[in-house]
């Protein structure tokens, strides 16, 4: 799928906490650890995955992707469409309560917040004169050759991701990153993961994988 369809589906989006190296095409805008939040380890840890998005479908793919990454490190990652009917979007206490009852630790929430276009433009070579004699100029003009601009643009998906503690009902983990021309939703949602529990346990929030 090219990313001008992609965008359309990204339409919202929410959900990520563990994998393993941090991707070149995915930078962080901002970070925020709670100042109390000590350390935190996945292992023994039961971790909802959550994507905020209308279209089910993406949902599920991104939750099932996110859950897995979670695995990866140790948690148990479930996704939250197995826990969450629709019907509780927008209900808070009836999610939190739902999610309780399930076992969950903790949720880590993707959202996808924007979409943009940068455009890389490329100026074309100039084509100097250079008329002194037919000699000269033939060498001369095959070597400068008029060449035309190449145009570039990339396509820009900022994420937010939020990592909430259940036991203590207080969020922990808050970023914004930028990611460069995803190939997809699963791997934008891995990249994400990636990137943001690298960058955790640069901060000091997520303990090592052992």
Known sequence: MRMSRLSHALTLGAAMLLLG???????????????????????????????????DSQRRAAEDTL?????????????????LPASQHYNADAARSR???AGANGVVVMRVVGRDQQVTVSPGAP???????FGPYWGYGW?????????????????????YSLDRDKLLWASTSR?????DLATMVTEVAAATVNEMTKQGLLAPKP
């Open 21 to 55: 190296a941090c991707t070149e095409s995915t930078v962080f805008v901002s970070t925020w650890k709670a100042p109390d939040a000590g350390t935190i380890s996945p292992g023994n840890r039961t971790i909802a995955a959550v994507f905020v998005s209308t279209n």
């Open 67 to 83: 859950a897995a990454d979670i695995s990866a490190r140790g948690g148990r990652g479930i996704a939250s469409y197995v826990m």
């Open 99 to 101: 999610l309780k009852e």
């Open 127 to 133: 084509t100097p004169a250079y008329y002194g004699g």
């Open 143 to 163: 070597n400068y050759a008029y060449s035309q601009p190449t145009v570039y643009t990339d396509t820009l998906i900022s994420v937010e991701t939020l990592v």
């Open 179 to 183: 990611t460069t021309n995803p190939k």
